[in-house]
């Protein structure tokens, strides 16, 4: 999901009492879910580490894990709780850390919501994250779109500007993605002078559908004309691939039920 996961398989953790939640189901964060994004991210861009708790080969609507606490805003008590959607954990050794950063994003974003245990809890941790990720968009048009989802977020750009505005150095055009030539893939503005990725995600929109070329799936008439229809050179697809398979996305996990 961002640069600075730990590369590990899902591992069970015991949490102590004090550990630190923030649901993804719509129990508990139906208002504030796009805001609890926005949470975790302000958290590690300060050096607090999250966890991702998901259980093991649970099924559809499952929960990860069942924990008891008190919701840290109001205070009120939380029954034992099966909370689902994949939440984020910040372990008790942590908290003290994370809460200064949780008061003062609660103060700004109300509907976010945030529970303390009161008992330990044993989840699945499918990934530490340790860094915020660097994100870019494609400004080919559609960049609103992008723009609405971090907004709503409350996830700034690299320099703090919330609203993603054309001139963020993060938004970046075709022909800044492409680079100055066709025989390197890693010469445009994804890339450093070493060649290595400068973003961890790369948010891209809709294209325009009326300019779409037909594909085998989209049109039956592809494998006759195929042979004279124009495509992309191999080295643009390869270029393509190149640019899009490091990175992973931070916010477009679905919705939790």
Known sequence: ?????APSSAAADDFAAGSL??????????????????????LLRQGVPVRWVIKVGKGY????????????????????HGYRGGPWVIDAADAAAAMPIIEAWQAKNVNTAVHEATAPFTGDVARLLVVAPTIAMMADGNQKIARKYMMAAKIPDSVGNPMWPDSSPDMLDPLELA?????????????????????????????????????????????????????????????????????????SRPRAS
């Not at 992309?232 to 490091?246: D, K, Q, Y």
């Open 1 to 5: 999901m961002v640069v600075g996961l």
């Open 21 to 42: 939640i923030v649901p993804m189901d719509t129990t508990y964060q139906d208002l504030g879910m796009f805001e609890a994004y926005g949470l975790v991210y302000d």
């Open 61 to 80: 609507n499952e929960i990860d894990f069942m924990a008891m606490g008190t919701d840290v805003r109001t205070g009120v008590a939380i029954a034992a």
């Open 179 to 251: 680079g100055p030539t066709i025989d390197s893939h890693s010469d445009g503005d994804l890339f450093d002078e070493d060649g290595d990725p400068v973003y961890c995600q790369f948010m891209s929109m809709h294209w325009a559908s009326t300019t779409r070329r037909p594909t085998p799936r989209s049109s039956r008439r592809c494998a006759s004309s195929c042979s004279t229809r124009p495509t992309c050179s191999p080295s643009v697809r390869r270029s393509t691939r190149s640019r899009t398979s490091s990175r992973t996305d931070f916010s």
